[in-house]
């Protein structure tokens, strides 16, 4: 009888770098349980193997400096996201790794909350999901690509909905936790 040579088993490991900055005061961020969201997003939904990402969360006045710098855009934005990784566009599949960073704009999620009838909780979170769909390669420059995203999006802002609950994103004071 011939000796039967086992099967080696790779396991992949994946490598996670979250940075969460919170650089404004529009609103207390609950940054534990935003990470707790993003690595479910990266893990559980895109199902990717490893992400450098930095989320930085900041003011309108900080966001509309960026957006001229980087875009030569006046005015605050919701989003704006940059990729640093080396794959083009077209190139990225489900084992490619992310590398970029995001500005949030948390005062503009307030206002746009107002608009859509939503709390800002869930548009700082959906603002992070866009970014990630960026790094991914998604686009929304062109009315049918921006469809495919907003789709997307919709799916992914769905699923975190039925397993957060979204409002935990704003901290409380110990003083308020205590009432």
Same mark, same amino acid.
């Given at each position: 009888?011939?000796?039967?040579?086992?099967?080696?088993?790779?396991?992949?490991?994946?490598?996670?770098?979250?940075?969460?900055?919170? &650089?404004?005061?529009?609103?207390?961020?609950?940054?534990?349980?935003?990470?707790?969201?993003?690595?479910?997003?990266?893990?559980?939904?895109?199902?990717?193997?490893?992400? %450098?990402?930095?989320?930085?969360?900041?003011?309108?006045?900080?966001?509309? &400096?960026?957006?001229?710098?980087?875009?030569?855009? %006046?005015?605050?934005?919701?989003?704006?996201?940059?990729?640093?990784?080396?794959?083009?566009?077209?190139?990225?599949?489900?084992?490619?790794?992310?590398?970029?960073?995001?500005?949030?704009?948390?005062?503009?999620?307030?206002?746009?909350?107002?608009?859509?009838?939503?709390?800002?909780?869930?548009?700082?979170?959906?603002?992070?999901?866009?970014?990630?769909?960026?790094?991914?390669?998604?686009?929304?420059?062109?009315?049918?690509?921006?469809?495919?995203?907003?789709? %997307?999006?919709?799916?992914?802002?769905?699923?975190? %909905?039925?397993?957060?609950?979204?409002?935990?994103?704003?901290?409380?004071?110990?003083?308020?936790?205590?009432?």
């Amino acid at each position: 009888m011939a000796a039967v040579r086992p099967v080696p088993l790779t396991f992949y490991v994946s490598r996670f770098t979250l940075q969460l900055r919170n &650089r404004q005061r529009d609103r207390r961020l609950n940054l534990p349980f935003l990470r707790r969201i993003l690595r479910h997003v990266l893990t559980e939904q895109l199902r990717l193997p490893a992400a %450098e990402l930095c989320f930085h969360f900041v003011s309108a006045g900080e966001m509309a &400096r960026v957006n001229w710098r980087f875009l030569q855009h %006046e005015g605050s934005t919701d989003v704006i996201t940059f990729d640093h990784s080396n794959a083009e566009r077209g190139t990225r599949n489900a084992e490619t790794a992310l590398h970029g960073e995001a500005f949030i704009c948390v005062a503009d999620a307030v206002r746009q909350a107002r608009e859509f009838k939503t709390s800002w909780q869930s548009e700082v979170i959906r603002y992070a999901v866009h970014a990630l769909l960026h790094l991914r390669g998604h686009d929304d420059l062109q009315p049918a690509q921006r469809r495919v995203m907003k789709c %997307e999006e919709n799916r992914l802002m769905r699923e975190l %909905e039925r397993c957060f609950d979204l409002r935990e994103l704003e901290k409380h004071s110990a003083r308020e936790t205590r009432e």
